[in-house]
């Protein structure tokens, strides 16, 4: 198997995420209303990033929340043995704007259950979609609002975030052959 090539290394996500963060801030003049959602596994770790560094930006804490989204996924039935992560909200997300942040966009169903997934906690006056890679094939008629890379890829590739949180060392992002 050929060996990974990286995509970003700790530099370049910090980076990225520190650009993602301005543009978040830039967008949302109503910084009070903006709570971050972390989807797992990976964008949990980023949302609660970006939370610090917009914290840097606006001088004052940002909600940040957890949703998993295994049960709201379309393709549960291909899945033998889901794994379900906690979902911690521990705020009101009615008449927020709902920043779902995510490691990868690919087909698009991950952020579809997401926003499904997210009605269970209220109704968010705007949802926006905030992810590291953007790597196209989407399914369905999704589009991030902030991206930190787009990396076309094959269907033959995967591409991997590994985090310092996750016992990974150092940060980057990996992409694959799957042959």
């Known amino acids: 198997m050929p060996e990974p090539t990286v995509i970003l290394d700790s530099n370049a996500i910090q980076r990225a995420l520190t650009r993602i963060a301005h543009e978040i801030a830039e967008r949302n003049e109503q910084s009070s209303e903006v709570a971050l959602i972390g989807i797992p596994v990976g964008g949990d770790h980023l949302a609660l990033r970006l939370a610090k560094i917009l914290s840097g930006i606006w001088n004052h804490a940002v ?45 698009g169903r991950t952020t579809r259950a997401a926003m499904d997934a997210l009605n269970d906690f209220g109704r968010p006056k705007r949802i926006q979609l905030a992810v590291l890679i953007d790597r196209g094939h989407r399914e369905l008629p999704i589009k991030a609002d902030f991206v930190g890379k787009n990396v076309p890829t094959s269907l033959d590739e995967t591409i991997s975030l590994l985090l310092t949180e996750a016992g990974a060392a150092p940060d980057q992002v990996l992409l694959r052959k799957k042959h």
Do not use: C, N, W, Y
């Open 63 to 107: 909600p940040v929340g957890i949703l998993d989204v295994t049960m709201h996924r379309d393709d549960l039935s291909d899945r033998i043995a889901p794994t379900v992560h906690p979902t911690e909200i521990l705020f009101d997300v009615t008449g927020k704007t709902a920043v779902l942040v995510d490691d990868v966009l690919f087909s």
